[in-house]
């Protein structure tokens, strides 16, 4: 029988709120799902669309970003900037066929160790719904187009 | 370079912590294999002294040039590695940490997939810290010159205790005097000290004290710059009374064209009236009047007669075109003691506060009983009638997931000294009801047993509801007496709520201006709960007192005196050294398309206009990294979170073991 699926899910978390929260889980003992795998950056503004496009390449199910709440962010504004390219980044998956589910952004400060439980659990299991991330083959050209290509 | 790099790998039980969950060796035998790794070790506290020296030995004897530690969050242990590593002659940021136990052994329990999700960030780690480039730390002077924002207890002992060391302190105060809260208190617990004795000769000493700079009906309006460098702009509201002409005669007050007060005193709670010019209470810091323009008829028509100016004669201290003005002072460090603010008691309607006159609130007695009160100690209800009977309700507004899940800590002893100071002015029956009484200080337990002697009634049981009992005024209260087993109803004269404490209405407005956290209820959050509990996350920014939590006078005054310990020690030391995690700009990549320029929210990047290429001052940078996301061409790059070390560590939590 083969193994049940278990996503692999790659979290960007910010060094002020969000990675300070996940640290509260841990010292309040919370119990969530092991797939994230957090790499801590100084601002959720850090975050290049290109690590993200680059997660799921290198076989991510799921792509998670952490910020502080709007207001909040240590360096004033760099979570809004984060919140313009999530914003793009959505349309550019969307069009690439990757389910919306599978990326995620979420405002979760120091004090909220019960948000990082709640979100990492809810989005694996929505992931675990989803299955793998099958980055679909890249179409064969049809013969038409190859004929209009030739001539 | 790849090939000369020789890692080593040590994998830290934290006694159980980590190794109750994680296979640690299983971890430490798979980091071996890993390339580039000379060595991997696991050992029960990497933290301690022979856990580092281990560290020391393995980077002289087998040549390490990098060190990965995989133990607690790099908030508690980045800083102690890194320092070793610098001892044993290494570059400090030759190093990386992986969090494995805050994030991996503490929040799964599944041994296998904890110790997977070990193997898997150790190997980012691995991958990542093969890149690392060495780093210089940057050092920065600070400013002798500290800033105390709220003049309370805290403040004011954070403040002298500072000023007798002979650093400079602004004490900034938003009211017209210091005093805070602990002004309004008739006497402590549970010591029973009178609280005007003991803190009205420490507001004097801050007025008289020649390295104090008191600035009242102020408030801190922006903070820029960091550690050891802050511009702190401050707004100066206007008295229309120039504090350093008036001698506090009060013959103003006396000639106001208001022959009776009028307006609610807020000092005693609402419970007396003042006129339009007036001094908050007797022994006020400074010793000045103050106009409020809100209901001064000269503000108001102009047309007044200002008998006030009269009076005053050649002093001309009175100065209705006083204006509003910004300060702005370099300091180096700054305390937060902003102090808390009551629960409102109308939040509970069952209560009856608001509804009811002879419902009253624990602060609203304190004026009560006070000499100096509107009933000059006297223990009169609105209704004129003296209470032969009393019941405290504990825990307004707190241990109620409906209002505040906390406990307050100060209500039980206040309750209890409220109800000695009731029996002691006017024998009334007195019943406490209570969920627990809480008296856990030095010399706590010994004055509830007082209390409890004297004949106060204890009763366990949370109060549900409060109605009339008749047509005269009297309350009736019904409780379900938890040791009986019963409902009670117990009909009193006056009922007393013993509100708690909670966060100040603008505590989110102040927290964001200083660029700090709060906990979930909102007081300002500490650095660390125990290690570090005067600390923020903002380097050179400490709490003290309620702000940072409830906590009763003696704490506060602890509290203040370690916030102000810490500032003296970062001051002291001169210079700080600040994470070299600054972004730079790689000139011969730039493309010169100014997307970065606007990114930056610290002004840190400039155009050069005749190099037509962006630029970084290093100095101005605070090493977000926002722009190295944003350039197009990947020419920005910031040091400690290069592109490359990160596109390392993602391919190194994914890559399949």
Redesign the interface.
Known sequence: MPEPFEP?I?AFFCN??T??A??L???S????A?NT???????S???????VL??FA???DGVLIGGCHP??C?????NY?ALR?VALMKRLLREMGIEEERFRLEWI????GDKV?SVINDMVAKVRALGPLRRPAAPAPSRELIEEVIH | MHDSVRVGVYVCHCGRNIEGTIDVREVAEYAATLPGVALARDYRYMCSDPGQELIRQDIRDQDLNRVVVAACSPCLHEKTFRHVLEQAGLNPYFFQMVNIREHASWVHEDRRAATVKAKDLIRAAVRRVRLHRPLERRQVSIHPDVLVVGGGIAGIHAALTLANSGKHVYLVEREPTIGGHMAQFDKTFPTLDCAACILTPKMTAVKMHPKITLWTLSEVARVEGYVGNYQVTVRRKPRYVLEDVCIGCLECIEACVYKQAKVPDAFNVGLSKRKPVYIPFPQAVPQVVVIDPETCIEFKSGRCKKTCVEVCADRKAIDFHQQEELKTIDVGAIILATGFQVFDGRRLPYYGYGAYPNVYTALEVERLVNAAGPTAGEIVMRDGRRPRSVGIVHCVGSRDVHTNAYCSRVCCMYSLKLAHLIKERTSAEVYNFYIDIRAPGKGFEEFYNRVAEEGTYLVRGKVADVYPADHDGRLMLQVEDTLLGMVRKIPVDMVVLATGLEPQADAQQVRRLFNISCSTEGFFLERHPKLAPVSTFTEGIFLAGCCQGPKDIPDSVAQAGAAAGEALALIDAGSIELEPNTAHVLAEACSGCKTCVPMCPYQAISFNETEKKAQINEVLCKGCGTCVAACPSGSIQQNLFEDDEIFEEIAGVLEYA
Do not use: N
């Open positions: 692999r790659v002020w709120c990675y300070l996940a640290d889980a841990g010292t003992r919370l119990r969530y092991p795998r957090v790499i801590r950056v100084m601002c503004g850090r975050v290049d669309p290109q690590f680059d997660a290198q076989g991510a207001g909040d240590h360096y004033q504004e760099g900037k390219r400060s120091a004090s909220e439980r």
